[in-house]
């Protein structure tokens, strides 16, 4: 398999092997990285792989998806990354990413038993392995220098924890993070990660990201990295879990299912979008958003439209804040029928010019629901107190503010006789002050996270200072 970048010049050849993106974010070009064509499952096919997911497993299940995209690691290791990762030691069921029935048609996906209790585990768990393993055969080494206001640097942490050959430098704004979160990520002690809380915002802290990596030749001399979630490996490892849903949810390849996705950068729906390009024969895929809603926004409109900062709201659901969505480029690709030059040009000239383009008279939009089955909807504060409180009272079911935007949007998009999927993004004690406020109770503590706010941790308040950074990140590269 190989890959091309969403901004390729018609004609180009240029061509990459799944290794070779493994470790880089964007393509030089400033694209993202797809497949060349995305591998087809037959209805035969698809009933094997339920079997394989019901009598062997998930991790299995894992591998036969994976090895359509990587032929550049040996089948056995690829098999043995994906049984090292996906195991019920870490991510608690058998079944790795178990169902459960709401009102009638309508189930939860539980993607947030790993690790940091957020779904980011599901591929970031996958990334930690693979990149000790391509280190280790290339003897190179990684730092990993981030910005996180939560839930990515935390399931980074606990992916690269240990590893050999990776270091981990995480900036997170000083005293904005919920207490638990900065427990979970201030209490490792591994000696390779390093937690950098500045005193600012999230901004300064991607500030201080960028700095960095535009300085190319400090990039290169200090082996500099990321994993944010344009990274092709974190798209693949999600497309597992569509699979496993809707082997849960049917009983034959005639069945068709809908997934509703809480989406911030749509990279978690992309990796559905890969999915049903693949076949699995999924009806609609429902992008919710919160108040942030440039992306639902476009599904309605065909206008895409970027936010500046006073645009963009700090919500209760607030790893779904965001100003653009990064893997969304990915997706217009396809719509456009893969003219990479086109967007380039949307991407590229008309983002970068006027900060927002507009396809509501490109013949191309309309497919987008038709072809591609995409539908959206938004949901608010009010609408994820009211998602909290219900779903408590019918179900006894406790879901956090980003799954219950997933659950109102779900209930909008409804088809009938066919099963509608959300995905469980994270546990609700992440989020607790808005549980509290919904239910007027402290949110379900799963086993094993009694205490962690009273645990020792190991953090270094700094300033905004990127010759500071640099020199720490220089210092402790050896
Ligand atoms: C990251 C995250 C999202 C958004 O996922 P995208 O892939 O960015 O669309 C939603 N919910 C939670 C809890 C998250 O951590």
New binding site residues.
Partial sequence: MNYLSTRSPAGSTERKRFCEILLEGLAPDGGLYLPETYPQISAARLEELRQVYKSQGYADLAFEVLSLFIDDIPAEDLRALCRKTYTQAVFGTAEIVPLRPLESGLWLEALSNGPTL???DMAMQLLGNLFEYELARRGEELNIFGATSG??GSAAEYAMRGKKGVRVFMTSPHGRMSPFQQAQMFSLQDANIHNLAVKGVFDDCQDLVKAVSNDLEYKRRYKIGTVN?INWARLLAQVVYYFAGYFQCTSNATERVSFTV????????CAGHVARMMGLPIHKLVVATNENDVLDEFFRTGVYRVRGTADTHETS?P??DISKAS?FERFVFDLLGRDGDQTRALFGDALNKTGHFDLSEHPAFAQAAARYGFESGKSTHSNRLTTIQDTYQRFNEMV?T?TADGIKVAREHLTPGVPMVVLE??LPIKFAATIVEALGREPVRPAGFEGIEALPKRVQVIEADVSWVKNYIASHCD
Avoid: L, R
């Fill in positions: 957020a779904f980011k839930d990515t979630s809480p989406s911030g950068n749509f990279g978690n729906v659901s790893s779904m893997n956090d980003h993004t994270a």
